[in-house]
């Protein structure tokens, strides 16, 4: 573990100012006409409508030369851009991992960003605001060495570029209400789903029935695993069950899942087919004695 932190100061540690590299080969996603400066040290993105700080925080003037990029923990950069002042706006904030994302410039790396715009950005790690799922102590952030996201320790010290306005990028999760199945009446019945959301986390689940008749009594409802018993009915029947999850921006998603009730009347229906009982194999005569009588 220590070895891996190490490594990662390390990268921290990478001068901001190497030489940018760029392919002729790749078009550019992030050209200089997605972008409107401002005047004021900030940029608009045109495509998505966000206002970005021209400078990494830290740094200063027009080709962000001044000062020297700072670098915080996790809890620290949601703290300082909460109480961030400048251009006239208070209204600074994290980015989203989605939204830091969208700057990655894939045509160039070290630093994989528009440098004409953003200029002398560090090649190396930036937070985001959005936490990651499979680790409370971790958050995610954008390495823009080489423009992938990454999942960081919230202790160490990554950079920080800050955010206003605009429509935040946010991405609708995705919802699997498992496979469709058959079930025989008055069984119950276990309904299995799962939710995942890339940019943050599931917060809720709701199972409904959505078609078919009767309508069964769902247990545990607003759960990823919910419960009925499959109803009494005359012939095969079809339920549609639908599940809902929400992620933290607030997004859903939707699945359904089909489960045919099987009669007991249809099974009692099925044809009994008649056992003609065999003829049990004639007795297997003895093998005939002979004998000599006795000895003299």
Request: charged fraction near 15%; aromatic fraction near 8%.
């Amino acid at each position: 573990m220590n070895r891996l932190l190490i490594l990662f100061c390390l990268c921290l540690a990478v001068s901001p100012t190497l030489a940018q590299i760029c392919k002729n080969s790749i078009q550019p996603i992030a050209p200089d006409t997605r972008y409107t400066v401002n005047g004021d040290g900030t940029i608009t993105d045109k495509q998505t409508g966000l206002i970005w700080k021209q400078c990494s925080e830290g740094q200063s003037g027009a080709d962000c030369t001044g000062g020297s990029a700072a670098t915080y923990n996790w809890s620290g950069a949601l703290q300082h851009a909460e109480g961030a002042l400048f251009a006239g706006y208070s209204d600074w904030r994290l980015p989203n991992s989605k939204e830091l994302a969208s700057l990655v410039e894939t045509s160039c790396y070290s630093p994989a960003i528009n440098t004409t715009l953003f200029p002398n950005t560090a090649t190396s790690g930036y937070w985001s605001s959005s936490p990651y799922a499979n680790r409370s102590d971790y958050a995610w952030g954008v390495n823009f060495g080489n423009g992938y996201a990454n999942a960081y320790d919230k202790s160490p010290y990554p950079y920080a570029r800050l955010v206003r306005g605009g429509q935040a990028l946010t991405f609708a999760p995705t919802a699997s209400a498992g496979a469709d199945r058959n079930v025989t009446e008055q069984r119950s019945v276990t309904l299995s789903g799962t939710g995942t959301d890339s940019d943050g986390t599931i917060t809720s689940y709701s199972w409904a029935q959505a078609g078919g008749a009767p309508t069964a009594t769902l247990t545990n409802a607003n759960s990823a695993t919910a419960g009925f018993t499959a109803p009494a009915v005359t012939a095969d029947t079809i339920l549609t069950f639908t599940l809902t999850v929400t992620d933290n921006d607030g997004n859903t998603a939707t699945d359904s899942v089909d489960i045919t009730v099987l009669s007991d009347a249809d099974l009692d229906a099925l044809p009994m087919v008649p056992i003609t009982a065999r003829p049990l194999p004639t007795a297997i005569n003895s093998i005939p004695m002979a004998t000599a009588g006795q000895r003299l």
